[in-house]
């Protein structure tokens, strides 16, 4: 039987927009469906990454077809305001859409294509997370993770228990930054009783997943270690974890007892943004502080130099001079929603750490930033 159905072009949007992380060959790639019942099934799968779905539809013929995913994708994305339906015969797909079916167009069909149903995911290392927390939890860290690193720990998150207590926390670094994020939640005691890592990618798409308005999500980890699926009804994610082995990151963390001062992160956030205009492709920050101001200021070797002054309340620090690198600062600013941060540091040559104040609760965040190794003039 020819498949046949008709969608509202809404569902039919959300779907392509769902596997668009699985086509990562866009000229290769190809979307599968399938009619059955009254559902249609939307998948695409690659090397790293499957994604299944499925939406309530008017079914007039079952069947399965795979489709060229980069012309499909961009044409779902073009059609008319109206239901859409999708039609197979002679080897090709027609897809008519508009309020009086004013569009149609035909695109051939992807032979020799095998449809595989979701595996099978029998496993007690589950549990469920609060999307939004979750979701959080990401943000706060993956701007630290790479798609390409010279350090093979720069690529992954690690996702793991932080210690005994409950809790899960977040962590990713490239050598000279350091984020992590945890939320502090009962987990069942098997749940990731080891860690895992997930590339930049996979942490995508768990956020993609969690942005839907769902108000929870499933992680379950595969009894090998190989997988981890991330779903919510009716939308399912199973991302290839990394075999990675993350290193011990404890001890790059500073001591809370060092110097703080709270600042206002949108403030300094634009000032940054300034005053780095006059910065050459090191980016490099100085932040000196005194008793009373943080003067932020960069410049290029006999050119450009620009410098301005932000007052600091409360600060009982020691005067110190620090050379950062403004452009990861500036992705630490833009990251956290908090309106006042914290900086904390010992002197020029450890690690200046910045810390929200204000959090989702049970989420706790901190961003480690190590400076640059190098002299700078007035």
Known sequence: MNLSVTISKPLLNLAIQRVQGAITERSLAHIGLRADGSHLHVTAADRMLAV??????????????????????????????GNVSLETADKQLRITAGERNEFMMKIPLVEEALWR????????NTTELPAAKLVYMIEQVQFCVSHDSP????????????????GIRLVGSDGFRLSYCEVELPLPDEFLANGVCLSKKALG?????????????RLSISHDQTTLLAEVPDY??????SAVKYPKYAGVIPDNKNPKVLVSRNQLQHVAKRVLLAADKSRALQLSFSESSLTLSSRTMGSSESK??????????????????????????????????????KDA??????????????????????????????
């Open 52 to 81: 299944f779905s499925k939406f309530p539809v008017e079914v007039k013929g079952q069947g399965v077809v795979f489709l060229p995913a980069k012309i499909f994708s961009d044409v779902v994305r073009e059609l008319p305001d």
């Open 117 to 124: 149903d979701p595996p099978s995911f029998d496993s007690s």
């Open 151 to 166: 350090r093979n720990y720069g690529t992954v998150g690690y996702l793991h228990r932080p210690g005994k207590g409950a």
């Open 205 to 217: 798409e768990v956020v993609r997943l969690g942005s839907e308005g769902f108000d929870r999500i």
């Open 236 to 241: 399912q994610v199973f991302v290839r974890l």
């Open 308 to 345: 301005e002054t932000v007052r600091l309340d409360e600060f009982f620090g020691p005067k110190c001079d620090m050379v950062v690198n403004g452009k990861f600062l500036a992705e630490i600013f833009s990251t956290t929603p908090s309106d006042k941060v914290t900086l904390q540091f």
């Open 349 to 378: 040559e450890d690690p200046i750490v910045v810390v929200p104040r204000e959090e989702p609760t049970d989420c706790k965040s901190k961003h480690i930033l190590v400076p640059i190794r190098e002299t700078r003039g007035n």
